[in-house]
């Protein structure tokens, strides 16, 4: 959950990051979130609430812009001596009074309010002269940033090397579903910058994306996202990604929750899909979920050793399920002796669901108990 990571800045062993002020950092960050986690286990590391995370950047990138541009609109429209104080005193009148920051598309009434101030010193028309020069500039400026931020995520991705130092972190991104006027940008900018590639116009490998897919919010026209679905599908049908999971599938459908990310289903590329709890059915949710471990079973190999004889098949497929039981469970006895300080980021950022509870030499894993039960059942 990029979005918890992130509030209040965190630590990848080496020192303590902020907490990010911009699309730019926080697309970096983010890749340094996923390599960091990959160090501290195999597998994939996947963020199932990408747009949303990456979403708050662009507001955080949209605030500064706007007043940067308010200054020059006052040099070059009114010629006024200091704008920039003015700028200062003005974000102080409406931060004591309304609380209110600009935004993209101005969603909150924001230009209204700050017309109101702006009337004690300039004419209505310059006013919408003013405004109108802050909007269409900044809207630009993140814009760009937003692209440039999505496609050094993906270079980032396909280039920095996992602790194996032979491959990069296997890396899933999940998104979609937010219809905010940030996150939409945030997905349209990430589209465009995969569909142009690498360097050399390559098909980048990471992040695999999943696109989410939901009636009433991207799945049929009229829908708010609809335009980003079938962007989707043209990018898909150049470079593989995005991949499509369906919010509507009756084993999704019975754990969303709308307006809760939580409980929009991920996936981590090609296997891992966790939602269900059974120790607190109340918390079933995406955020801070995975696997301990995982094996695959070669089932055309054996179909072959098989040589057309059903019972055999499953002769050899009993053979192979003892054998992974036995060999996960060898596994997992092993993680559950380990304590949180040998898992510095999984568990000692509070990456994994309720590991922000537990102190640095608690047991990372379920007790001992829990593996005995498990046995005799």
């Known amino acids: 959950d990029l ?45 199932p609430n990408f747009e949303y995370a990456m979403a708050i950047g662009v507001r955080k990138s949209y605030i500064r812009s706007y007043y940067s541009n308010l200054v020059k609109a ?6 006024m001596n200091n704008p920039q104080e003015y700028v200062e005193e003005l974000r102080e009148k409406v931060k004591n009074t309304s609380n209110l920051l600009p935004t993209l598309q101005n969603t909150n009434g924001y230009l209204e309010f700050e017309a109101k101030i702006l009337q004690e010193k300039f004419s209505e028309k310059l006013i919408n002269k003013i405004q109108d020069f802050c909007s269409k500039y900044t809207e630009k400026e993140v814009r760009k940033a937003t692209y440039q931020a999505m496609e050094g995520f993906i270079h980032n991705l396909n280039t920095m090397h996992s602790r194996a130092g032979a491959q990069v972190p296997f890396s899933s991104i999940n998104y979609g579903l937010d219809t905010t006027p940030e996150g939409r940008m945030v997905m349209i900018e990430l589209l465009k910058a995969t569909d142009a590639g690498l360097g050399n116009g390559e098909t980048p490998i990471f992040p695999i994306q999943i696109l989410k897919i939901k009636e009433g919010k991207n799945y049929n026209p009229g829908d708010p996202n609809y335009d ?31 307006g809760d990310y939580r409980t929009e289903i991920a996936y981590m590329g090609c296997r891992t899909r966790v939602a269900a709890n059974v120790y607190d ?29 059903i019972n055999k098949f499953f002769e050899l497929l009993d053979e192979k399920l003892d054998l992974v039981i036995e060999q996960l469970m060898f596994r997992y006895r092993i993680q559950a002796k ?18 922000e509870k537990l102190s640095i030499d608690d047991f990372a894993n379920l007790s001992n108990i829990f593996v005995k039960k498990l046995l005799k059942s």
């Open 3 to 47: 979005i918890k990571l992130f509030e209040g800045g965190f630590s990848t062993g080496e020192g303590h990051l902020r907490e990010p002020q911009s699309i730019g950092s926080y697309a970096a960050l983010a890749a340094i979130a996923i390599q960091s986690n990959q160090n501290d286990q195999h597998g994939g590391q996947s963020v």
């Open 281 to 309: 059915p109340s918390r079933e949710i995406v955020t801070g979920r995975g696997n301990l471990s995982f094996t695959s079973i070669n089932l055309p190999r054996l179909g072959i050793m098989a040589h057309g004889d």
């Open 228 to 258: 980003i679905f079938k962007l989707s599908c043209k990018v898909s049908a150049k470079r593989l990604f995005p991949n499509f999971s369906f919010i509507d599938s009756p084993f999704n459908l019975q754990y969303y929750k709308d």
């Open 74 to 79: 006052l040099e070059l429209l009114v010629d």
């Open 338 to 355: 380990k304590k949180v300080r040998n898992y510095p980021f999984l568990m000692g950022q509070g990456v994994w669901i309720d590991s």
